[in-house]
Structures are given as structure tokens and as C-alpha cells.
């Protein structure tokens, strides 16, 4: 990737004048709640189902009420914050140049981020937070047009981009049928919709139920794309949204141990989030799950091959043990069910609410970025 | 609730200087249809039709014709403007200071409303009138954004509400679908459905098969909650624009009669209207339906305690021939089947469309004072 | 209809100052792609099937290879490209003046429209593709309101109506789902929807399943109506931009060979066409389809009675064999099933993505005239 002439970041190395570097030290923790309906759509229902009823909620977490009282979770489909050790670090600050052309055309998977972008992407990320509402700088996506073809109904999803685009001063097409297109058709191909709908907007946020969609759009189009989650395949805004909420939350990405707990091997988001937090040092990685449903291989492999510690166990507690939860940060993709009962919600702890606006700091971000750059 | 300081009313009382004053004296009555749908909704379709076909057309009302021709009715489902006797009143005024904050955190039931709030949101209305389209005042709500979040499809009721936000220069993020929100989840609450989309939006308009379901929405989110209808429970812009109506019609509120008709059990807006039209003086209401869909007891008790008089029967006839319609105004919340014929819709008295046409004022009022006050 | 005072032609007569005019003279030929959904919905898929699978690929087109390599098509529901012969003309060019009102009220049906409108129209689309992002005429509809009143769905004509009016600067109130209007009365009048659309919106755009539906809208509205196909009838924008694409792609209309192949019994679009191309002069019309699907006699005779020549075969191979492709246009309204190959994409002579982007400019013309006037 071809950084920008004044790109310039420190790691315990340079650092420029007027940038504040904090050093920090602490124990501390992030939590990962996995949903499962992931599963339930690719036929797993019955095994999980199996896993909640007896597994899970027996043998795997033999006290399901331990966490939902004192300990903020309550059963085997949920996730836990496992305390850093030996945590340091010092923040990263990355520089871009503004208004010089993002180096990314499309969104399409988590591999496309090195730690250099990711930082300087949550910089912009941080900025949107002030921008969001009534500033003047809210007008900078005026006249742009977002088509959001989402080939599968995901309303969080769609909702969160077009929030994200309408804050921005940008307008949206909108699709939740797109399947429709190609219905009328009964026929007509992705990229044949792809160059129509090129034809109409500046951007094209795709969702759709198979694997290789978004790549293909993106292949297609002369205008960017972003993935917003294609089958058991790639979604990378929310693996980008997870990684900046650890960031907003405890202040750092080294040095942090992280628990991914629930059905690991059919969860697209917990896959991309593996790769982004394979870019930072002295991560570790808990994979909690029961054995049916545990993560695969070739995430595994590739963990080991960027020399980032991971362990595996079907037993939260055991894990859970040996944490301190003080500085634990509870996160969830969302939707719930009962992973974590609404006890949980109130305490400051609980970060699926901030991680869900974080969203949207994101996708306004991305959508910056591809659209008007730097 | 706490009014603010700059608040005056009068009503018989004080006049403050600059305030124009008309008493009027004359007959003047009100029809309000009710339609067919909500009842039918709640599996009630079945003795409404045995009404429709036996009861309404034969003995309820023995001429059906009598009205499509002559006296702008034609069947049972339908309403009846009634004359108003002893007519007189003052028009209130009232002024709320420009720029404070508006009373109310959420739109959620006709109690909310007193007669002072109702008068001051009625001239916020007019206001709207003037700003529709085109002119400098139009931009109000820019860089606002509001979440339709529609659990059961109600186009018309969307339509006005995103036509009112965008008329003032806000933004809509719609969803039609919001079902699938909880449908991804098979079972998130609506709780946590609130608390993602309060993060996107700046207001939140729901419209619910639940009663009570627009409370728990409000009562969870920290930005401004609309009730666009609850199941069987409240519907408080269509009762609002009724009442709005019927000023803008006849130009008084007290001292009116008003002729409720048709299914009185199961229609949302005829309860929430007869609430309102209680913080009104002189007014008379009278009740007619077949005894299956009466008016339910509560309220009736409800008027009888705040003084409101209140007849009821099953004769329209009978009501009717008391009166003179040359004043009166028909109205129907819309769709019509087949209540009204076309042939009264040419009909100066014939208001169903002009009240479709204020419901677009009403919500635009109370979205510009939800969101930016005064 | 009458024309403003300022309006002035010139069609190998006057030429006014300023304006340039090109004579060319070449071999051109223009193909016109129908796709086959219509049918199939009219119940008539069982024979285009067996049309497609014996009729078409066998006799119908013997060699259905030969165009997709060498001449561009493959099969029998694709259309032809046929030669101008004498091919000669001026472009006309007409002015209306600037700020005067449109002289439609409603766009409804390709009769609307003679030589020297559909002129005029052309121009206005050219302007839009200089305007179409980010200048500062992008805000001429800046405080209007379209609604998208889509009784059935069709995404492709909605996002592009769509897209034109957010390209303009307008808004837009969709739904895709008008039954529901409907549906919630259980018969519900399409002109009552209409009185009610009509006051949140300032232009009102509708797809009908009924032919004649657009038109009673227009009589009921107030405001001004675009047809976007209305079952069997017409889809005047999409033969306007037809239209539109083969001047662009060839320079003229005027002594243009136009081949249209496919199920012409059921295409709405090819009826449209029919008519605006009987306003050129030497305009020659092959139908190309089998006999279970040919041209209607209607637009037979009316193109008979405007002195229009036409023949009618069903053998592509004879008429093709006449023709010289060098000027050729392959034209698709989309979307294509398996008429066209891929292959022919790359070919400079394939315009229907080119076709679908001037659907974009013609409706931003059209809402552009609608609302504010030449």
C-alpha cells in the first residue's frame, strides 16, 4: 500500500512535535459477545440449541448466574473480558495527509488493513464523533449519493450507513429488496445490477447471502463499494467498529488479551476481527466455545503464522479464573437474546450501546474517506 | 407540568393587548367517521360485517341513501356532523415564548395535551401552513434526523410524518420492516432496538401492534419518542389533527357537538379524541353504534368526570333529524371503503382531505417542537 | 398544444444565430432489445419458452452463435441493429424560453409528445449530464418532494426517478409497497390515495399494475403525474430515453432503420417507441418476432396512417443479412437474461449501459420541466 509523502507514525519511536503520547499500564480486558443467530441461519440451530440447553449452560458454564449477577455475564453463547498482562504501549498517531485520496478503492475485508490505516482510520472515526450533529463540517458529503443495495434485510446494518451518510450531508437510495432486481430478471447477474446502479449513485454499501458478492460488485463498479457483510464471508466495518471500540474503551490496542466466546465457527465478524487484532503487539486471544462449534483452522494457522498467542477451551471459567475484571470492557455485536441479561446493561462495563454508535463513527468515516479522501 | 413564565392565557378572563378576540356565535357541528380496518384487525370483522350487511344497513339505518344524497352520509360506519345549540365561546390564545423548550419529552397519549398546550400547538400548526414549501423557514429542522420505525406498515401515517420532516428540511432513516429487527434476533426487545436506533437518529417515530409500546420505546431512549399508534391504544397526531381540524372548519372548539360513528369499541383515535375534545367547554358528544362496537365504559366514565355531556344510541336517524347540518364539516380519518360515497366528496362541508392535509401541519408542529422547541 | 412565443425550429429552413448545425450522412442502424418479463407475467411464459427453446434458437435463429461472436446477438428475444440507407438530415435544434412553463402537465403516454418537444426535452437532458454531480445547478429542485407510488415493485425505475430527483437537489417519499394504501382499507380508491399523496408531495410518481392507472391519477391530482408504466400500457420515460440513447449514440433521428425483435405482442415499451419514432422522417421499422408474439395492429395502422414505413418478419436472418453493422447500436432496456452475452459488453456498439445512465438524464429532464419550467 502506497502511504501518503507525509505519513508518519511513532511506536515507541519517533515521536513528531505537538502530539500527545500517554504511556499506560493497567490490567485490562475486553469482552466479545458472539450472536448466534449466525449459526441458526446456516442449520446449526438445533446443535447450539443443544449446546444453550445442556452444554453451554450446564458443563460449560456450570454457574450461569455467576456472571449475570457479579461477573456480568450469564451464559455459554456470551463472551468475557480476560485481563492484560503485562500491558504497555504507547498510542499510535498516524498522519495522512488531508485531502490526499484514500488508499483504499472498496471495503471488502478485513485484510485489507495494515495498523498504519487502521489508526489513522480511527482518527477520522474520532473526528465524526464531533461533527455528527449541526456542526458546519457536517455538509461534507453534500451531493453524494449512497445506494445501499442489501441483497438480505439486515435493518441495523442499512440503518447505521445511512445514518452515517445523511450525517454527513450525504443522500441515500435505498433497497432493501434488491433481490427484486434480479427477481424481475429471474436471471439478470450481480455485476449487470452493479453497472446500472453505478449509473445512479457515488457509492454502493452491499449487503448480500453469499461469500464473494461484494468482491465481485467491487470488481464490477467504477464507483467504490463496501462490503456490509456478504454470507458467511467478510464484514468489515463491523470488525473495524469492534477493534475502535476496544480502542475508546481502554485506551489502547497492544498488549490486551481478549476473550471471543460463542459459536466461533460460523460468526463472519469474528473472523475479521482475528485479522485486525493479529496487527498489534502482544494481543492474546481466548477462542471460548464448545467443541461443535469452535474456531476453525485456518484462523488459527494464520494467527500463528503473525505470532500472535491464542488459546482455545471450552470452558469460560477456566479462563475466566484467572481474570481481573476491573478494567473489563463487555461488548456485543448485537442483536442479544440472553447472553446477557439486562442487569448487565447499567453497568459502565457494558459496551454494546457505545459499540453500536461506534458504528457509526465508523461507517461515517469510511464513507468520508472513500468518498472525498483524507 | 411546568409552563413557562411568558405563558398567558385567556378564556373569559384577561386579554392581553395585541391579541385578536373573536366570539362567535352559531350552529356549527362536527362529523367524525371512523373506519372499518382496526376493528377488523382485531378479529372483529366478522360481526362488523353481520352489522354492516343486516344490522347497520337495514335497521340501524333504515335509508341508507338519505344521506349520500341528500344529507352527505351513507351508511353505518360513517359519521354524523350534529349541530351545535347554545353555541358560543372565545377563541383562546396563547402564547409560548419563542425558542424555549417545548413542554413535552414525547408524544405519546392524548392525556398530555391541556387545552393551553393544545391551543399553542394549533398556532405552531398555522405557522406550518406558511412554511410549507419553498420559503426560508423551511430549513428549521436541517441536519436533523428522524427514525421511522414502523413495527406494523401504515404507509399514509409514514408518509405524513417523513413529508412533514422533510418539509421543514430534516432527513428520514425509514424502516417499514421494523419487525425484522427483532426477527434477526428472534427475539431482541424493543428495548434494545431503541437503544441502537437513538444512536443514529435525533427522533424516533413508532408505530406499534402493542399498546404501551410507544411508553416502553420512550421511557428507554434519550432522544424524543412519537406514538404513531399503538395497537388498540392511542394514536395522538390523528387525534390532534381531528380536533385541528375541526377549529380550522369551524373556528371554535367550545361549544360544539360532535357525532362519533361507526365501530367505537376498537377505534384507537375515536378514544384519544374524545379525551381531547373533554378539555374543551360545552362541548356534546354523541355516541353512535351498534350495540356490539359501543363506546367502552372507561370512557364515558372518563367525560362523565370532567363534565363533558354525552348521549349515545344506536339511531343516527334519530340524533340527526335534531339537526341542521348547514354548518357541519364531515371528517374520516381515511381509508374510506364505502361510508361516504364520491359524489359528497365535491361537497364544501366534505373535509376528509383538508384533515389528511392538516395532519400533515400537526406533525410537522410537533416534530419542529420536539426537536428545537418554540 | 401551444408552444411559447419563443419557440423556434428549423429543420433544413431557418437556422438561428448561434446555434451549430451538423449535417452527416452515414450508414446507422439502431437495435432494440426487449427483455421478456412482461410476458411472462401476462401468462405467455410458457410459449415465449417454447418459443426460446425451439422456435427462436432453431428456425426462428438457426445460428444463434453468429452474434453473439460476430454480430453482436445470440438469440431470438434480442433485437437488431439495421442499416440507414440514404441516411440524411439536420439536427433540429428548438428553443423554449428559459423560465417558461413546461407545456405538460402530466407525463402519461408517448402521444404527448411531437418532434419539437421531444427536441426541446433532448436538450434539457443533455444540460442535466453537465449538472448531474456536485455543481452548483444541482439545487434548481432544492424544497421539492417527489412521491414514488409503486403499486408493483420495480427497484430499477424507482432508484433512477429517485436518483434524478436527489441529483436535482429535490426529496423523495418512497413506497414501494402502494398496495399497502390499499390493503389497510380493503379497497381503498386509487384517486382517494392519490387526494391524500397529493398534499405531502409536490410531483407524484406511479407504477401501476392496471393500464389507464397513471391517467386517473393525473385527473385526480393536483399536482403533476408521471406515468412509470402502468401495466400493459405505457412507460413513456423509458421509450423517451430510448429515443434519447439513439440520438446520442448516432447523431440523428431522421432516416434511422430500426429494428425491434422480441415478444412485441406484450412490451409496453415498444409500443411507445413505435409512436415517438413515427414523429421522424424515413424512419423504417422491421418487427422482428415470432407470429405468437408479433406487432399488434394498432401501432401497425398508426404508423400506416403517419406515412411511417414498417415490415414485419419473423425471421431475423433475413433482414439481418441486409444490413451493415458497422453503425450499429445494440440497445437493452435491462433487465437481459441470455439474449446478450457478456462478450458483447466490451463492444462500443453495446449501449444499454449507456441506455440505463440516459434513463437517469431523461427523468431529471422531466422532473426538472414539471416543476419549475423550461
Not at 84 to 94: C, H, M, Q, V, Y
Not at 153 to 165: G, K, N, Q, V
Request: aromatic share 8%; with cysteine; net charge negative.
Amino acid at each position: 500500500m502506497a502511504l501518503s509523502s507525509s505519513f508518519t507514525m511513532y511506536e515507541g519511536m519517533t515521536v513528531p512535535k505537538g502530539v500527545v503520547v500517554s504511556a499506560r499500564k493497567c490490567s485490562q480486558g475486553i469482552m466479545c459477545c458472539l450472536s448466534s443467530p449466525i449459526s441458526q441461519k446456516l442449520g446449526l440451530s438445533k446443535s447450539i440449541s443443544a449446546c444453550s440447553g445442556d452444554l453451554i449452560r450446564s458443563s460449560f458454564f456450570p454457574n450461569e448466574e455467576l456472571f449475570s449477577k457479579n461477573g456480568l455475564l450469564r451464559d455459554g453463547s456470551c463472551c468475557r473480558a480476560l485481563e492484560t498482562e503485562k500491558a504497555f504501549g504507547l498510542e499510535n498517531a498516524i498522519a495522512f495527509s488531508m485531502g490526499e485520496k484514500f488508499q483504499l478503492d472498496d471495503i471488502l475485508d478485513a485484510q485489507q488493513f495494515d495498523r498504519d490505516i487502521l489508526t489513522a482510520i480511527f482518527k477520522v472515526a474520532r473526528d465524526m464523533e464531533g461533527i455528527e450533529k449541526g456542526s458546519s463540517g457536517s455538509q461534507i458529503l453534500k451531493g453524494y449519493l449512497m445506494a445501499t443495495l442489501f441483497y438480505e434485510p439486515s435493518t441495523r446494518t442499512r440503518l447505521s450507513f445511512e445514518s452515517a451518510m445523511k450525517r454527513l450531508g450525504g443522500e441515500v437510495l435505498t433497497t432493501e429488496n434488491a433481490r427484486e432486481f434480479s427477481s424481475a430478471a429471474k436471471g439478470e447477474t450481480l455485476e449487470d445490477t452493479i453497472r446500472t446502479v453505478e449509473g445512479y449513485a457515488d457509492i454502493i454499501v452491499i449487503r448480500h447471502f453469499e461469500s464473494g458478492a461484494a468482491r465481485r460488485a467491487a470488481f464490477t463498479a467504477g464507483i467504490p463499494v463496501i462490503n456490509a457483510g456478504d454470507g458467511p464471508g467478510q464484514h468489515p466495518s463491523q470488525a473495524l467498529l469492534d477493534v475502535y471500540t476496544i480502542e475508546r474503551e481502554i485506551g489502547k490496542l497492544d498488549g490486551i488479551k481478549v476473550g471471543l466466546v460463542g459459536d466461533l465457527a460460523n460468526g463472519r465478524t469474528v473472523r475479521s476481527l482475528a485479522y485486525l487484532l493479529s496487527k498489534y503487539q502482544n494481543v492474546k486471544i481466548y477462542f471460548v466455545a464448545p467443541d461443535v462449534v469452535r474456531m476453525k483452522d485456518d484462523i488459527k494457522d494464520y494467527l500463528t503464522s503473525k505470532g500472535v498467542e491464542w488459546e482455545e477451551t471450552a470452558d469460560l471459567m477456566e479462563v475466566a479464573s484467572e481474570c481481573d475484571v476491573k478494567h473489563a470492557v463487555v461488548m456485543h455485536p448485537l442483536p442479544r437474546l440472553d447472553e446477557i441479561t439486562v442487569d448487565v446493561d447499567s453497568d459502565p462495563r457494558a459496551a454494546y450501546f457505545r459499540q453500536a454508535k461506534n458504528g457509526l463513527y465508523i461507517r461515517m468515516a469510511l464513507l468520508k474517506l472513500l468518498l472525498v479522501g483524507w
